[in-house]
């Protein structure tokens, strides 16, 4: 199994206009795979859609709200990117796979038109750069689990993994996978989760009088503003808006080393808001109090 193992590190920290659109191509895609429902029917009808997967280890992968850029070098992978813009209304999907095969929850992005390039090199070998937003979930549809997944299933492997293996795993049908609301008591807790993750956003002055040391830092923040803004443009800007938003953004500040597998799991896989948020702040509160720095105080930074 071939992973995406190549992410291209944005190195300027405004990010393209483009970037900001919300949701320009999954309301397309959700409307070209939906039948029609008709005014009389009584209940709504899960629809599941299909979704070109690309295989990614779960520190690597993008979560909702990040912008990332991808380098392809697989020829099958470009050709995924290219079918995702002229078939699938610019939409793929992020999977992650464990020990025990598939996760049934995968990562929703669009593919930025406007930043996937073709790039020719020596004796005509290419690559390709694309530019990506994640905005979402996905869950894998029921009826199409594979056996190890759903246990006393009686479906047939030709449902879902009937195809050749590589194919099978490269598209799938899943339905949509969203949080719960929030109850009063729970919104409460997640507030005061949010005023702690506000003073960790705080520069300490020794951080403005020396920007060029801390450029990773500063990134990493802009790399939050930018996950939180974009998720809040999304929704009517109430109290719980903000308070999901934080709970992906809050994943943008971790380093490489914090950002294990187990962690970025349940992340994706909960759809508990306010456990998402309790979970990326005692992250960032453990990667702080043990990583050491030499550019700064650790007693004394996010303080």
Same mark, same amino acid.
């Given at each position: 199994?071939?992973?995406?193992? %190549?992410?291209?590190?944005?190195?300027?920290?405004?990010?393209?206009?483009?970037?900001?659109?919300?949701?320009?191509?999954?309301? =397309?895609?959700?409307?070209?795979?939906?039948?029609?429902? &008709?005014?009389? #029917?009584?209940?709504?009808?899960?629809?599941?859609?299909?979704?070109?997967?690309?295989? /990614? =280890?779960?520190?690597?992968?993008?979560?909702?709200?990040?912008?990332?850029?991808?380098?392809?070098?697989?020829?099958? @992978?470009?050709?995924?990117?290219?079918?995702?813009? &002229?078939?699938? !209304?610019?939409?793929?999907?992020?999977?992650? @796979?464990?020990?025990?095969?598939?996760?049934?929850?995968?990562?929703?992005? %669009?593919?930025? !038109?406007?930043?996937?390039?073709?790039?020719?090199?020596?004796?005509? /070998?290419?690559?390709?750069?694309?530019?990506?937003?994640?905005?979402?979930?996905? !869950?894998?549809?029921? =009826?199409?689990?594979?056996?190890?997944?759903?246990?006393?299933?009686?479906?047939?492997?030709?449902?879902?993994?009937?195809?050749?293996?590589?194919?099978?795993?490269?598209?799938?049908?899943?339905?949509?996978?969203?949080?719960?609301?929030?109850?009063?008591? %729970?919104?409460?807790?997640?507030?005061?989760?949010?005023?702690?993750?506000?003073?960790?956003?705080?520069?300490?002055?020794?951080?403005?009088?020396?920007?060029?040391?801390?450029?990773?830092?500063?990134?990493?923040?802009?790399?939050?503003?930018?996950?939180?803004?974009?998720? #809040?443009?999304?929704?009517?800007?109430?109290?719980?808006?903000?308070?999901?938003?934080?709970?992906?953004?809050? /994943?943008?500040?971790?380093?490489?080393?914090?950002?294990?597998?187990?962690?970025?799991?349940?992340?994706?896989?909960?759809?508990?808001?306010? !456990?998402?948020?309790?979970?990326?702040?005692?992250?960032?509160?453990?990667?702080?109090?043990?990583?050491?720095?030499?550019?700064?105080?650790?007693?004394?930074? @996010?303080?």
């Amino acid at each position: 199994m071939a992973f995406i193992n %190549e992410v291209v590190t944005t190195t300027c920290y405004r990010t393209p206009s483009s970037c900001y659109r919300p949701l320009f191509g999954v309301p =397309e895609w959700k409307a070209k795979f939906s039948p029609t429902q &008709t005014t009389n #029917s009584t209940q709504s009808r899960v629809t599941p859609l299909p979704l070109l997967l690309f295989p /990614f =280890e779960p520190t690597q992968i993008p979560l909702p709200g990040q912008h990332t850029k991808l380098k392809f070098r697989h020829g099958k @992978f470009m050709d995924m990117i290219d079918e995702s813009l &002229t078939s699938y !209304e610019s939409v793929v999907g992020m999977s992650m @796979f464990n020990e025990d095969g598939l996760l049934p929850i995968v990562v929703l992005c %669009e593919v930025i !038109e406007e930043e996937v390039y073709v790039n020719s090199g020596y004796r005509g /070998f290419s690559s390709m750069e694309v530019g990506l937003r994640a905005v979402g979930r996905m !869950e894998l549809w029921d =009826e199409a689990k594979p056996p190890q997944v759903k246990s006393n299933t009686s479906v047939s492997e030709d449902v879902f993994y009937g195809r050749k293996p590589l194919t099978a795993i490269q598209l799938g049908q899943f339905i949509d996978y969203e949080d719960y609301a929030l109850s009063e008591i %729970e919104a409460g807790k997640c507030l005061e989760y949010l005023k702690s993750i506000e003073s960790l956003l705080i520069l300490p002055s020794q951080f403005l009088t020396a920007p060029h040391d801390n450029l990773e830092l500063i990134g990493k923040q802009a790399l939050y503003a930018d996950a939180y803004s974009y998720l #809040s443009s999304l929704s009517t800007g109430d109290q719980y808006s903000k308070i999901f938003a934080a709970s992906w953004s809050i /994943f943008a500040l971790l380093d490489d080393e914090s950002k294990v597998s187990p962690i970025i799991i349940q992340a994706i896989s909960t759809n508990d808001t306010g !456990e998402r948020l309790r979970l990326g702040l005692a992250a960032l509160l453990e990667s702080k109090s043990s990583t050491p720095s030499n550019n700064y105080d650790q007693n004394t930074a @996010f303080q």
